[in-house]
């Protein structure tokens, strides 16, 4: 489990394409907690993420793709039964958060400490 990765995406959903679906953000939320902090990816069954998600396996390749086709996640296809290795785009352990989503929290506690 990663709590930066998790953190990185959720003040990235707001950046994502209109196409994205919720399940599509469930997804990458699934895909975030599963990163590895060493080696920065993970490694889920599609079967994995159609259980955490509660969404069928078919909705789970079609979120996958759009996630991809966006570059949200990048995908390392496995050959035969192994499962695919999905990476986060832009993401590096220990990486802050994405500024613009932190700011407005940060400008209203300020404010009210003067």
């Known amino acids: 489990m990663s709590v930066s990765a998790l953190i990185y995406s959720i003040d990235r959903l707001s950046e994502l394409p209109r196409n994205i679906t ?10 975030s907690n599963l990163i590895n902090e060493k080696t920065l990816n993970a490694w889920p069954s599609v079967d994995h993420i159609a259980r955490a998600c509660g969404i069928n396996s078919g909705a789970v390749r079609r979120s996958l793709r759009r996630l991809e086709a966006c570059g949200a996640i990048a995908t390392n296809r496995a050959a035969g039964r192994v499962s695919n290795q999905y990476t986060l785009s832009g993401f590096a352990y220990g990486s802050q958060p994405a500024q613009s989503a932190r700011q407005p929290a940060q400008s209203a506690r300020q404010s009210n400490h003067i």
């Open 22 to 31: 919720p399940a599509d953000k469930l997804v990458l939320i699934v895909i």
